[in-house]
């Protein structure tokens, strides 16, 4: 009779630790794929921190020799680099300088552009209204972010604050109408498009998805600088660099204490969740660790008024003060906060939200020390 | 009698492709001398009536490019219930643009102006 009862034990614990999951740290991939999707992640990685010479597509203008290089620490993190954009706001209409070389300026060139025109960067366009400072994002759990249906997006916006509780958010749109979601304006519809576009524009890597060299300043490029033949990477190397970022999984939070539960709460009472909204649900998808999965985002993935304090450049349908909200991921690594990098503190990142941020800030600001100490605490376990 | 039938099935299931993309080579054939087409879905950069040219805003994620094409006498404007003229487009519209390459350039053939969220 003893064996029996011992094997059912061994059952127990067998299922319970099976249930326990390991935390997943920032870098990893997410739980739950398969042997060939993990071996694309791997594969994909070994792309995202190739390095690009111009023999190999780099160029002639670029932030950075590879993906790798502002998204690091782990691959996937964030980086210290700080690049610069610009567009022309003319309301209502934001023009985004494409005929001028696009809203992401490029800070270096190849040795034969520099010989050619002699410029050490992209000049900055002189249409521009309006300059903006970005720095790095982490671009972990950005697979699932991809996946949030946009009637989930919608069902969130409240252009015409029906509710009276100060705070709008309504989603911006891409050139061709579609509804955005990434980047800081959340301009870009896809994960897709934007890995593709992020080799075009950071890197001057041309692609099947984006096959043409943009120019400088409207100009055509000067014969010869460009000697790596279009495309200057193939749809193997685009879909293995786009499985590694989608497979990136959101780092699991720290275990709360005391303090961080109660700061949870304050989170949700001050009105920070209004925005950063806690979880989403992702929709279908064919892969199992992607497909239905409620994960801690932290956003709504819809434009707010953030206030004239940290309005900077116009995008799509986002004006100046219009920022998409933030995922708030991998908190705890961070050193830097905001688009721009300008805050050093959580509590800084807080005091700056202007516009439809008020509201939450004013809150924040007339906490007691020890219920600040809390949130801040909660928000460093992400 | 069975196998017969079995072997004419056969046939027909293995002869259906061509004979369904018939008409598909037979166009191609027919306009192998015009001009390949190109469809462009972007916003409105800008719209010049006089000159008959328009210019969109296409793109990868944050890798953006102009495409600039010219209207031609034959070349129509759609718009949800209505007939736009060319003055009616404005810059922030989106749009979705036919058209082929010749030797003067990119000519639309049609231009549809899309109803897109404002919100």
Not at chain 1, 90 to 110: K, N, R, S, Y
Not at chain 1, 145 to 166: E, I, K
């Amino acid at each position: 009779m003893t064996r029996p009862r011992g094997a059912a034990v061994l059952l127990l614990l067998l299922a319970g630790g099976g249930g326990c999951q390991k935390p997943v740290k920032p870098g990893d991939p997410l739980p739950g794929l398969s042997r060939a999707e993990r071996d694309r992640f791997d594969h994909g990685k070994v792309v995202f921190d190739s390095v690009f010479t111009p023999e190999t597509g780099l160029g002639p203008l670029f932030n950075a020799t590879g993906c790798g290089e502002c998204h690091e620490n782990p691959a996937g993190g964030r980086g210290d680099e700080v690049e610069v954009h610009a567009t022309a706001f003319h309301a209502p209409v934001c023009d985004p300088l494409a005929q001028e070389g696009g809203p992401v300026i490029q800070q270096h060139t190849t040795p034969a552009l520099k010989q050619a025109l002699g410029i050490d960067q992209e000049p900055f366009p002189p249409s521009a209204t309006a300059r903006a400072m970005r720095t790095s994002p982490v671009i972990f759990g950005r697979g699932l972010l991809d996946l949030v249906p946009d009637s989930v997006l919608l069902a969130y916006a409240d252009p015409d604050d029906r509710n009276h509780d100060g705070v709008k958010g309504r989603p911006n749109r891409f050139v061709d109408g579609r509804i955005g979601r990434f980047g800081r304006k959340g301009f870009v519809p896809t994960l897709r498009e934007f890995n593709a576009g992020a080799f075009a524009a950071e890197m001057s890597v041309t692609n099947p998805a984006q096959p043409t060299e943009e120019d400088v300043g409207g100009k055509p490029l000067p014969a010869g600088v460009d000697p790596a033949p279009d495309p200057e990477i193939n749809q193997e190397q685009l879909d293995l660099t786009d499985d590694f970022v989608r497979f990136l999984a959101p780092p699991t939070p720290l275990k709360l204490g005391k303090d961080g539960r109660h700061g949870r709460d304050v989170f949700s009472q001050i009105g920070c969740a209004t925005c950063h909204i806690p979880t989403l649900r992702t929709g279908y998808s064919p892969l199992p660790a992607l497909n239905n999965r409620e994960f801690a985002a932290y956003t709504d993935l819809l434009l707010h008024d953030m206030g004239t304090d940290l309005a900077d450049i116009c995008l799509g349908r986002a004006t100046p003060a219009d920022f998409r909200t933030e995922p708030l991921l991998d908190l705890r690594g961070a050193e830097h906060f905001l688009h721009d990098g300008r805050a050093t503190t959580l509590e800084q990142a807080i005091e700056l939200h202007g516009g439809e941020g008020s509201g939450a800030r004013d809150r924040f600001k007339g906490l007691s020390a020890a219920d600040r100490t809390a949130l801040v605490a909660f928000l460093k376990s992400l | 009698m069975q196998r017969h039938i079995r072997t004419a099935a056969l046939t027909v299931v293995l002869l259906v492709p061509f004979v369904t993309a018939a008409p598909a080579d037979w166009r191609a054939l027919n306009s192998a001398q015009a001009a390949p087409s190109y469809t462009y879905q972007g916003t409105v950069r800008a719209v010049n009536a006089r000159t008959g040219s328009l210019e969109l805003i296409t793109g990868v994620g944050m890798s953006l490019r102009v495409v600039r094409m010219t209207m031609a006498p034959t070349t129509r404007l759609v718009a949800a219930g209505a007939t736009p003229r060319l003055t009616d487009l404005k810059p922030g519209d989106v749009v979705r643009a036919e058209g082929r390459r010749t030797a003067a350039g990119l000519v639309a053939d049609r231009v549809e102006k899309l109803a897109v969220g404002t919100r």
